[in-house]
């Protein structure tokens, strides 16, 4: 059975049902309307923790998704998996697709960020601080692109940028 028919909750019901009938009226081909589904069941799974099974999903959406604004969505979410299972090497890859697809997220540049700034942490635990600058550099780097696509979003960001002498702007934008 499709995860769309196993939704327990009145939200996701409501929503299931609203999709399926933008579904039908929207003009796209029977692909497009396939890779929603694909992409709506790997959401669902997702936001209740089942990874292994979102991930299948969001592979089946890849395939048939042609948009390539709709694959950055797809990959970004992939990369968010990825990240939260510690699979940095891999979320870092995915992140970079999205972006190459849509240049205009921030969402993955600030998760760039968050996993540099990370790895800049674990550095520093190992005492090495040489690497550990390097990293804060790179997470400072992908922080100011972030910013400057969404100057009101990343507060803590920018104070970190301010506060480490990374960046002396106030203003993004």
Known sequence: MPRTQRNDNFIDKTF????????KILPANQKAKEAFVYY????????????AEALD?????????????????ILYNMGLIY???????????????????????????????????????????????????????????????AIRLAPNNYIEAQNWLKTTGRSTMDVYF
């Open 40 to 51: 709506r069941d790997g959401m669902s799974a997702q936001a209740e923790g089942e990874y």
């Open 57 to 73: 999903n969001y592979e089946e959406a890849l395939n048939l998704e042609e948009d390539p604004y709709d694959r950055s969505f």
């Open 16 to 23: 299931t049902v609203m999709a399926d009938i933008i579904l």
């Open 83 to 145: 990240a939260s299972n510690g699979n940095h090497e891999r979320a870092l890859e995915l992140y970079h697709q999205a972006i190459e697809l849509n240049a205009r997220m921030p969402q993955a540049l600030n998760n760039i960020a968050v996993i540099f700034h990370y790895l800049g942490d674990q550095a520093a635990a190992s005492e090495d601080g040489e690497k550990a600058e390097q990293l804060y550099d790179k997470a400072a780097d992908y922080w100011k692109q």
